[in-house]
């Protein structure tokens, strides 16, 4: 197993990435289990999951910790909430998200990970859970929605910590299907540079998400 600089607990397998199954035997989305030197891992398909993806496609800056507190937005059923979940044993992962359908299947998963807290929540509304979390390490935002930077940045200036940081997955035909994803990509990243964050890291996410971008962004001081 070879761990990649700056992400605890994930590493590459035989071309594959992997997470140390933190409920072993357990599978979230019927993905492949492996043993590697006595610890079970969770084969983490990209084409299942945008962070796979970035981190396939060379994503490095990821600041977080075997202890770090997560803060994820559009968490579905939970599959890339699981997996970061592995990633944070000491941890917690605060999952919002506003559809009662998904929140179902999102509980069974959260009900054997005891690291993983659903929130069913508008995320544009954070101040309505502002009482339920703390101050978070990291911001995962995936929520396919027009206004997904402005409630990011929301999010971010709300809950992050002074030195954390948060990942956006941009889905160029969730904001405009009348415009080119590479413009839209322009206007997003200049929106969240005027509001006071600098971009670390921007990844497209082809073959795995056609016309996406996943941006890994700190604030500037
Ligand atoms: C693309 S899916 C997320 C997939 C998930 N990130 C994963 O990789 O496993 C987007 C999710 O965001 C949720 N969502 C969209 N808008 C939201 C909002 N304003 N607040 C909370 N959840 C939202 C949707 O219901 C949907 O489940």
Known sequence: MKKIDGIINTGIMEQSIVTPNLTPNIKVYNEKLIEYEGIEYRIWDPRRSKL?????????????KSDSKILYLGASSGTTPSHISDMVPEGLVYCVEFSPRMMRDLLHVCDSRNNMVPILCDATQPKKYQNIIEEVDFIYCDVAQPQQSELFMDNMNLFLKKFGQGILMIKARSIDVTKQPPKIFMEEMSKLKTHGFSIVENIKLEPYEKDHLALVIERVF
């Open 52 to 64: 796979s993806a970035a981190i396939k496609n060379g994503l490095t800056e990821l600041k977080i």
